[in-house]
């Protein structure tokens, strides 16, 4: 199978007046046609910064150092970020969705109206087969009486179904690919599993690829085929789902792990086992591992040599620890 | 849930929590936001109950009339068999002491210009608990008790990480001894990593200091690893009530079901195998609600008479309220 876009040590960082931010410290990843992957890390550990910089979408004081971004053969890091090239993958061919459906959609436009925008630009589509589409589209997505509330602003819409909308709008240009960071954060439970179930349905039915960004394993664990496991700027490990979840071997993952209930877990059964301290400030990053403060696996090794790379613990595992932390230990 | 019993610290029957929707030049009462219909449950002393449901289904609502920052619309809430549903101001204010309470956001619930060891004084203050010889002592002690080192006594806010805020925030709520904490959300504004952090911490401070929690939150997970029994609400009424293994084990009403199936399991297998109720439509206005039972238009279940018959919230035995005509 082939990668559809490919990360390749990609580096962005923040030059702010407290000092640099090293948000992206040499990040790859790829994701295959037709296959859905998973971001997952803590807040602040880069994850968005990371497909903002795919899309180039890094505004000052950030700025991508190094690295590229293969899309159909091509580094797009090169292209003009205004270009009309990167214009056509961003937003076309590559869909994003965002967490907070409100800042994303404008407000004083009406759903049609930003709905046909995309199809006119992208699809040169005319105005009444656009107003089609989108009605098309607006009903596959969910929303009821399409054709009526196609005209609706983004204020008549509950936060569940502008969510729906966004959803609609990643699809309309027939992407290759859809970026989706956070999509369900701010929505409840029972609709985040109807948005992801549509998610999820979409994507196999029409063959895109997804990039799921999030912070919950739970979501990463129903959806992804793949997962990759982010800590203060970098992948800290990555593998398949189930390899993930059953096997996880850095201390962070395995962390992680322990520390979250699970449902369906007896009152004082299991106690949690949180991780000590916090994310390190990515201003003032130690040279050795950053999880470092917070392992409870540390080895002399770890206190005295930098940061280790991504290292193969199994078909397509790799951490990025110095210690073999056994299966299943 | 009749008579008040003796270990029932709270006792909340037929609650209802209404606010008025005012409309146009001269405020015309037009209708009601139903925040909360028609509830009844206990607490137990010592126990923890854990209150789940979506937002906006009247979780803060319920917990903000049991520390009576709202006069219930009727309904009667006793606190240590005392009936405060009506209490003025004045005869509260030495059973406030009792309840403590924590909220969801750790950066807003604390004044940014006020030193932590002041906002833990606070209530100190107001309820006269302390002179000034002894405050240093206690507050200090507050802080140990939660796990911050008392040198930090003199920072301001934004100082600390969210975590310690959190903590911060705890200490608060603790400083006079109550025997009551009202938990509203109290580690969902923090990262996965610091949220066992403040789960355990709660959990010690229970069993150190013999409190009785409700614990308010969206994530049933959470939700049931810390309660003993857990009331499930769905747009101002609850619809089922069990301790918290026979909700997971044996969920009798069908919104429960559903909610529990939307909850993804961090475990690939489980989810490749696992049965998933998704829900029609969305929750409907609590300013007009459906009528019968409020679940009634998105349930699978459903049958004429459930769009017009309330179904009481009844004891199916051994302390299995559920709030459903079809079970
Ligand atoms: N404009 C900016 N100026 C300075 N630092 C920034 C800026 N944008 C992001 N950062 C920093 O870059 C780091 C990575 O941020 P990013 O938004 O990628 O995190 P994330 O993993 O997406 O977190 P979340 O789960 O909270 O969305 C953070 O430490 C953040 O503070
Ligand atoms: N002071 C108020 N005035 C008017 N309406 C209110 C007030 N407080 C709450 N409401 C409404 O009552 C309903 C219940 O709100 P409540 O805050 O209790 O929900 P919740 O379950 O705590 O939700 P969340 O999970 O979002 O915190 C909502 O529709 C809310 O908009
Ligand atoms: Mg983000
Ligand atoms: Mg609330």
């Not at chain 1, 540390?298 to 990025?320: D, F, I, N, Y």
């Not at chain 2, 079901?257 to 049965?275: F, G, N, T, W, Y």
Request: proline share 6%; aromatic share 6%; hydrophobic share 40%.
């Amino acid at each position: 199978m082939a990668a559809i876009l490919e990360i390749d040590n990609l580096t962005t960082n923040f030059y702010t007046e407290y000092g640099t931010v090293k948000a992206v410290d040499g990040v790859s990843y790829y994701v295959d046609e037709g296959e859905i992957i998973g971001l997952v890390g803590e807040s602040g550990c880069g994850k968005s910064v990371s497909v903002l910089s795919a899309m180039q979408l890094i505004q000052t004081p950030g700025k991508i150092d190094s690295g590229r971004v293969i899309f159909d053969g091509e580094d797009i890091l090169q292209y003009d970020s205004k270009g009309e090239k990167m214009r056509s993958i961003r937003g076309g061919k590559i869909a994003m969705i965002f967490q907070e459906p409100m800042t994303s959609l404008n407000p004083v436009l009406s759903i049609c109206r930003q709905l046909t925008e995309a199809l006119e630009i992208h699809l040169d589509m005319d105005i009444q087969s656009a107003r089609e589409r989108a009605i098309e589209l607006l009903s596959m997505v969910g929303v009821p009486e399409a054709a009526v509330r196609i005209d609706d602003f983004p204020h008549q819409f509950s936060g569940g179904m502008r969510q729906r909308v966004m959803i609609a709008m990643a699809l309309s240009c027939n992407p290759a690919l859809i970026i989706a960071d956070e999509p369900t954060t701010a929505v409840d439970v029972t609709t985040q599993a109807q948005l992801l179930e549509l998610m999820n349905d979409l994507v196999t039915r029409l063959n895109t690829s997804l990039i799921i960004v999030t912070h919950n394993l739970g979501v990463v664990a129903r959806y992804a085929q793949r997962i990759y496991v982010m800590y203060a700027g970098r992948i800290i490990e990555s593998g398949p789902s189930e390899e993930i979840f059953e096997n996880p071997r850095h201390p962070y993952t395995i962390g992680l792990m322990r520390s979250i209930p699970r449902l369906g877990e007896k009152r004082g059964g299991r106690k949690l086992i949180p991780i000590d301290g916090m994310p390190p400030d990515l201003i003032f990053m130690p040279p050795t591992c950053a999880f470092l403060p917070r392992c409870t696996y540390k080895t002399k090794q770890c206190q005295e040599e930098p940061w280790p790379a991504l290292r193969q613990v199994g078909e397509k595992h790799r951490t990025a620890c110095f210690v073999d932390i056994g299966e299943k230990e | 849930m009749s008579d008040a019993k003796n270990d029932h610290m709270v006792e909340v029957q037929n609650l209802k929590m209404y606010f008025p929707i005012n409309r146009g030049l001269l405020k015309r009462h037009v209708g009601d936001i139903k925040a909360v219909d028609d509830i009844s449950f206990f607490i137990k002393n010592k126990e923890t109950l854990g209150l789940v449901g979506e937002s906006g289904c009247g979780k803060t609502t319920t917990g903000r009339c049991i520390l009576r920052l709202y006069k219930p619309t009727s309904g009667t809430i006793s606190f240590s068999g005392t009936d405060i549903s009506h209490m003025r101001d004045k005869a509260l204010k030495p059973l406030r002491r009792n309840m403590g309470a924590i909220f969801q956001d750790p950066y807003s619930s604390l004044n940014p210009r006020q030193t932590a060891g002041s906002i833990i004084s606070d209530p100190l203050k107001i309820h006269n608990m302390a002179s000034k010889k002894e405050m240093d002592e206690m507050i200090s002690e507050l802080f140990k008790m939660v796990g911050l080192d008392p040198r930090m006594t003199d920072r301001v806010p934004h100082e600390f990480s969210g975590g310690q805020r959190q903590r911060i925030g705890i200490a608060r709520a603790l400083a006079c001894q109550p025997s009551l904490v009202i938990c509203d959300e109290p580690i969902s504004a923090l990262d996965v990593s610091i949220q066992a952090q403040i789960i355990n911490l709660l959990e010690e401070l229970q069993e150190g200091l013999g409190l009785t929690y409700l614990f308010i939150a969206h994530d049933l997970a959470v939700v049931q690893h810390i309660s003993d029994r857990v009331a499930v609400m769905y747009l101002g009424r609850i619809m089922e009530l069990t301790s918290s293994e026979e909700l997971y084990e044996n969920p009798l009403h069908p919104y429960t079901q559903a909610l529990l199936s939307a909850i993804p399991l961090p475990d690939p297998k489980a989810e490749k195998i696992r049965q998933r109720i998704v829900l029609k439509g969305e929750v409907p206005s609590p300013a007009n609600p459906p009528p019968g039972c409020h679940f009634h238009p998105r349930c699978e279940l459903a049958t004429s008479d459930c769009n017009v018959e309330i179904p009481p919230l009844r004891d199916i035995g051994g302390g299995h309220y559920v709030a459903c005509l079809r079970v």
